[in-house]
């Protein structure tokens, strides 16, 4: 039934809800039965003389409460009758939620089982693995960490390589084994928000550099080294979040270059560093001598495995990094190392890898068909882009209009150091969302970019 057009009564409440209880009627009286064909939602909007955004979030509203289904190039259909239990047992929607920078989980039946098996044979060592173990993890754990960095070209001795529970742990221990409170720190003028909380937490000075398409900008680099006495430069190479943008090799080089000549280390957030196919070296290959480097697992595995293999510049500078973890985290979970070295060491990791990159291209494409073009800057390979708003939107209008309909965005504010906020949002692409939600999502998404602000309200 693709003609289904109710009649909205007019007794003051926002009419995304009237839809989604004028659907729930419908199918409670059977005017409406299980896999129903609704009417498209830009159809629908016409007959009752809505607005477009009114009627998709009226979907949206009916897809929480389990009336209808959603399906790609197919449109939404009636669900099978809710039951009571999952009526009452209604969370918050967490499908939308395009604010997380996570990778895209897992869904081929194969590549679950291999992940299942990898937990399951954790077993036979559980009694050991509850134990306290030695910091920086034990030596086995330590070789598989070695041999997922050597991806990346890098072959750092094993008393330089350390295991932390999380990329932020890590960050957070080189910040303060680098700087003191009232010390500097470089970044460029757009960066990573956990960063930016360390560098507040410590008492730091996060002071943002210009950039370009290719990061960090050398001359104001130099520039900045001469005004200012720098401890160090936090950078996030590799499909920069938020902007997406990868460093070239050369402007590594002379990055690395600058950072030498002025005594200024080079702090390596490597979290995407595993995604792109040829990635450019990293610093820590191209400047070992001077780079810490972060390689967190959260982003190519999964955000739940709370890991990072640390590379320091060399033993000795590695001693108060050590002791500055410990003190905050005792030790990484031996239980989290284990698994990674597991999935490492069984090609698990690496299969798991291999989808997210699949799933990340395909949600990248799905991206560019709905999205005005040009108005957005992605790598095809990224979680997330960095969308511009045309001139009618401000950030904080684009914001809440997206919230009210439970799409979760983050506005340039988490992320300018320095700068002015852009009128720009991150959109996330990863996560639990499916690919169909996505759609939805994206497409909303779009229909807001092309209209003007006032014409999104939905309350009559």
Same mark, same amino acid.
């Given at each position: ?104 989980? @897992?869904?081929?039946? %194969?590549? *679950? ?5 990898? +937990? /399951? =044979?954790? $077993? &036979? ?39 932390? @529970?999380?990329?932020? %742990?890590? *960050? ?5 084994? +680098? /700087? =003191?409170? $009232? &010390? ?277």
């Amino acid at each position: 039934m693709t003609d289904w057009t109710p009649t909205l009564p007019d007794n003051g409440k926002p009419r995304y809800l009237a839809i989604a209880d004028a659907l729930a009627e419908s199918i409670a009286q059977g005017n409406l039965t299980q896999g129903a064909r609704l009417p498209a939602q830009r159809h629908l909007a016409e007959r009752l003389g809505l607005d477009f955004t009114t009627v998709a979030r009226g979907y949206v509203e009916a897809r929480k409460r389990g009336l209808i289904d959603s399906r790609v190039g197919q449109g939404s259909f009636v669900s099978a009758a809710p039951k009571r239990e999952r009526m009452t047992a209604y969370r918050p929607d967490y499908q939308a939620d395009l604010s997380m920078n996570l990778p895209p989980e @897992p869904t081929h039946p %194969a590549l *679950l089982a291999r992940m299942r098996a990898g +937990l /399951a =044979e954790m $077993g &036979d060592d559980l009694v050991h693995l509850l134990r306290y173990q030695r910091f920086g993890g034990a030596n086995s754990d330590k070789v598989a960490a070695m041999s997922w960095l050597s991806r990346r070209g890098l072959v750092p001795s094993q008393e330089r390589v350390f295991i932390t @529970p999380g990329a932020h %742990a890590a *960050l957070l221990g080189i910040f303060g084994t +680098l /700087a =003191e409170r $009232g &010390d500097t720190i470089f970044c460029e003028t757009l960066t990573y928000p956990g960063a930016r909380s360390i560098a507040a937490q410590l008492g730091l000075q996060l002071v943002g550099l210009a950039m370009d398409k290719d990061g960090l900008i050398p001359a104001a680099f130099e520039e900045a080294c001469h005004k200012t006495t720098a401890r160090a430069v936090y950078l996030n190479p590799t499909l920069q979040n938020p902007t997406t943008y990868t460093m070239p090799e050369a402007r590594r080089s002379e990055i690395a270059d600058i950072a030498r000549r002025h005594h200024v280390a080079v702090i390596e957030d490597d979290a995407y560093g595993f995604i792109p196919r040829r990635p450019p070296s990293p610093f820590a290959l191209i400047a070992p001598d001077i780079t810490w480097h972060v390689a967190g697992l959260s982003k190519c595995i999964g955000a739940g495995l709370r890991l990072a293999y640390v590379a320091a510049p060399n033993a000795p500078s590695a001693w108060p990094f050590a002791a500055a973890v410990r003190v905050a985290s005792v030790m990484a979970s031996p239980i989290t190392a284990a698994l990674a070295t597991r999935w490492i060491e069984d090609g698990t990791a690496d299969a798991m890898l291999a989808f997210i990159r699949a799933e990340a291209g395909e949600r990248q494409q799905l991206a560019s068909e709905i999205l005005p073009a040009g108005g957005f800057i992605a790598d095809p390979l990224s979680f997330n882009l960095w969308l511009t708003l045309p001139p009618a939107w401000n950030r904080s209008a684009f914001i809440g209009h997206m919230r009210s309909t439970g799409i979760g965005v983050v506005a340039s504010d988490a992320f300018a150091v320095g700068i002015a906020p852009p009128e720009a949002v991150r959109v996330c692409l990863g996560g639990p969302i499916q690919q169909d939600s996505l759609k939805n999502a994206l497409e909303y998404i779009a229909h807001a970019l092309e209209s003007p602000p006032e014409s999104a309200s939905t309350l009559f």
